[in-house]
């Protein structure tokens, strides 16, 4: 059984930082992509980082600059540093897994919110 146990939600004032983790265990086989979603409140989930195996990123336009993704391959683990929060970072943030066969695997999803 896979399991992808997400942290390190909660909430923030504007100008702050989180750092959410999210670690992978069973079987899963080669993990090729890990990465964040989000799904800000009555708005449908949209990606916000990516890192594959090889350490390529890739982000969403309105997190460039603000967030870092990075990974530990070794303990299967996907972390996002979230700086420079605003109120519209105000999501359910999901934690994802790709394998090489493409199967893919969710987190249960962390609560950020950004408000003074």
């Known amino acids: 059984q896979v399991q992808l146990v997400e942290s390190g939600g909660g909430l923030v004032q504007p100008g702050g930082s989180l750092r959410l983790s999210c670690a992978a265990s069973?079987?899963?086989?080669?993990?090729?992509?890990m990465g964040w979603y989000r799904q800000p409140p009555g708005k449908q989930r949209e990606l916000a980082a990516t890192?594959?195996?090889?350490?390529?990123?890739n982000y969403a336009d309105s997190v460039k600059g603000r967030f870092t993704i990075s990974r530990d391959n070794n303990k299967n683990t996907v972390y996002l540093q979230m700086d420079s929060l605003k109120p519209e970072d105000t999501a359910v943030y999901y934690c994802?897994?790709?394998?090489?066969?493409?199967?893919?695997?969710w987190g249960q999803g962390t609560q950020v919110t950004v408000s003074s």
């Open positions: 994802f897994v790709r394998n090489s066969l493409f199967r893919q695997y």
């Open positions: 069973g079987r899963i086989g080669n993990i090729y992509n």
């Open positions: 890192v594959t195996s090889g350490g390529t990123t």
